[in-house]
Antibody, heavy 125, light 107 residues
Framework: EAQLVESGGDLVQPGGSLRLSCVASGFTFSNHWMSWVRQAPGKGLEWVANINQAGGETYYVDSVKGRFTISRDNAKTTLYLQMNSLRAEDTAMYFC??????????????????WGQGTLVSVSS | DIQMTQSPSSLSAFVGDRVTITCRASQSISRYLNWYQQKPGKAPKLLIYAASSLQNGVPSRFRGSGSGTDFTLTISSLQPEDFATYYCQQSDIRPITFGQGTRLEIK
């Protein structure tokens, strides 16, 4: 059974750092784009970052550019999110997701067909 | 950034009802539109991708339609397990953006 399991969430002070991990199993990790999506308490979903299969392409939402780094280790089937200079507004549940590629008139794009259970990041003094 | 606006933000319905949720994009996204279902305390689940393609294992009572800027998710006959929050997501142009969600409650 395909599965994603996140870890690394914690309570951290503003300006601090955390590294989230997501271990994948039950599918060929290296074949898929991967993403992080977050959800602030009681709020909606926000895409944070994604990374291509080899790790050479990465994209970020503007609010985390320069502070967060997405990466992957295909040998360890693990996705990471390094979070630096954390702010109160980064407080959220962080979900690891698998990309499902589909192709239409403008080319290939992503959906997110497998999600982990999430790991909670709280930024507060 | 492309803004995704869902309506209504919440609705109440009976088991067996037919319901429709609308999602509007601030610019054309062709059919690069996905729908997710999220239950309290759980991760989202992909229902529909490419505006109208049913994800494997999703019941056929869920139907997606639309293209360009206007999209709908229709549930033909509500079941008790369908009461949840639904999100649309555009993946045409980065940054990928979600609608604000539609909370579907039991009447």
């Amino acid at each position: 059974e395909a599965q994603l399991v996140e870890s690394g969430g914690d309570l951290v002070q503003p300006g601090g750092s955390l590294r989230l991990s997501c271990v994948a199993s039950g599918f060929t990790f290296s074949n898929h784009w991967m993403s992080w999506v977050r959800q602030a308490p009681g709020k909606g979903l926000e895409w944070v970052a994604n990374i291509n299969q080899a790790g050479g392409e990465t994209y970020y939402v503007d609010s985390v550019k320069g502070r967060f780094t997405i990466s992957r280790d295909n040998a360890k089937t693990t996705l990471y999110l390094q979070m630096n200079s954390l702010r109160a507004e980064d407080t959220a549940m962080y979900f690891c997701t698998r990309g499902w590629v589909f192709t239409l008139d403008r080319g290939s794009r992503l959906s997110n067909d497998l999600w982990g259970q999430g790991t909670l990041v709280s930024v507060s003094s | 950034d492309i803004q995704m606006t869902q309506s209504p933000s919440s609705l109440s319905a009976f088991v067996g009802d037919r319901v429709t949720i609308t999602c509007r994009a601030s610019q054309s996204i062709s059919r690069y539109l996905n729908w997710y279902q999220q239950k309290p305390g759980k991760a989202p689940k992909l229902l529909i991708y490419a505006a109208s393609s049913l994800q494997n294992g999703v019941p056929s009572r869920f139907r997606g339609s639309g293209s360009g800027t206007d999209f709908t998710l229709t549930i033909s006959s509500l079941q008790p397990e369908d009461f949840a929050t639904y999100y649309c997501q555009q993946s045409d142009i980065r940054p990928i953006t979600f609608g604000q969600g539609t909370r579907l409650e039991i009447k």
